[in-house]
């Protein structure tokens, strides 16, 4: 009797755990899996910028060479502009007339070639710079003998409006004094001619670079002989 009870217990277990492992399979399979919320890794950001702002350049200018558009460089200072002297007046063309030439009896020279659109300075026969030149469009500048005749921080050219650093004044053509300069600055402080060396492009004088002018410029004094050839 013991073992008949024994055994009815028994198999009354397996059958309760019979059911509940299937009552447990049965809700997972009923009921449906959440899915695991995706995660997303922001790629940019989000920033106020500022407009850029634009500063109009001059407007392009016609030579033998194409339309040049001058490049930006910072404006003129109170003191070079107190320090100008306009060069094609002819009140200063009669005054330089009338001035008795510069006796020179220094070894400096200054030497320019149109053909080759250099310059070569020599103290002696020492050649001490050697520097990359632009000489007038159309043969503007006159081949010939000539001296420094003055030394002007910075020069203005009242005809084209500009302004020509470490000017050292060479001839004259009528009211116009033709010189050697640095590249001209416009009024609004643009650079003019600038990447265009060593192509005849000004209107008569011998332009240099800005940082050539100032060494040339500190170099010769009043009377140096400048020749120029082809």
């Given at each position: 009797?013991?073992s008949?009870?024994?055994?009815?217990?028994?198999?009354?277990v397996?059958v309760?755990?019979?059911?509940a492992?299937?009552t447990?399979?049965?809700?997972?399979?009923?009921?449906?899996?959440?899915?695991?919320?995706?995660?997303?890794?922001?790629?940019?950001a989000i920033?106020?910028?500022?407009?850029?702002?634009?500063t109009p350049?001059?407007?392009p200018?016609e030579?033998?060479?194409?339309?040049?558009?001058?490049?930006q460089?910072?404006?003129a200072?109170?003191?070079?502009i107190?320090?100008?002297?306009?060069?094609?007046?002819?009140?200063?063309a009669?005054?330089?007339?009338?001035?008795?030439?510069?006796?020179?009896?220094?070894?400096?020279?200054?030497?320019?070639?149109?053909?080759?659109?250099?310059?070569?300075?020599?103290?002696?026969?020492?050649?001490?710079y050697?520097f990359?030149s632009?000489t007038?469009?159309?043969?503007?500048?006159?081949?010939?003998?000539?001296?420094?005749?003055?030394?002007?921080?910075?020069?203005?050219?009242?005809?084209?409006?500009?302004?020509?650093?470490?000017w050292?004044?060479?001839?004259?053509?009528g009211?116009?004094?033709?010189?050697?300069?640095?590249?001209p600055?416009?009024?609004?402080g643009?650079?003019?001619?600038?990447?265009?060396?060593?192509?005849?492009?000004?209107?008569?004088?011998?332009?240099?670079?800005?940082y050539?002018?100032?060494?040339?410029y500190?170099w010769?004094?009043?009377?140096?002989?400048?020749?120029?050839q082809?």
């Amino acid at each position: 009797m013991t073992s008949r009870v024994t055994g009815l217990l028994l198999g009354l277990v397996i059958v309760l755990l019979g059911a509940a492992t299937w009552t447990a399979t049965a809700s997972q399979a009923l009921s449906p899996m959440t899915p695991p919320t995706p995660t997303y890794v922001q790629s940019f950001a989000i920033a106020e910028l500022a407009k850029p702002t634009y500063t109009p350049l001059p407007p392009p200018i016609e030579s033998p060479l194409g339309t040049i558009t001058p490049t930006q460089e910072p404006t003129a200072t109170l003191q070079a502009i107190a320090e100008a002297v306009i060069v094609d007046s002819p009140e200063r063309a009669h005054a330089a007339e009338a001035q008795a030439p510069v006796n020179y009896s220094g070894g400096k020279k200054i030497l320019v070639d149109i053909s080759e659109q250099h310059m070569y300075v020599y103290d002696g026969e020492l050649l001490v710079y050697s520097f990359v030149s632009s000489t007038g469009m159309n043969n503007a500048t006159r081949a010939g003998t000539f001296s420094v005749l003055d030394k002007i921080p910075n020069a203005y050219g009242a005809t084209w409006n500009i302004w020509m650093p470490n000017w050292l004044g060479i001839y004259w053509a009528g009211s116009l004094e033709n010189g050697i300069h640095a590249l001209p600055i416009l009024p609004n402080g643009a650079t003019l001619w600038a990447g265009f060396l060593g192509s005849p492009i000004s209107y008569g004088c011998v332009v240099l670079d800005t940082y050539d002018a100032q060494v040339l410029y500190d170099w010769a004094e009043v009377g140096v002989p400048v020749e120029i050839q082809w």
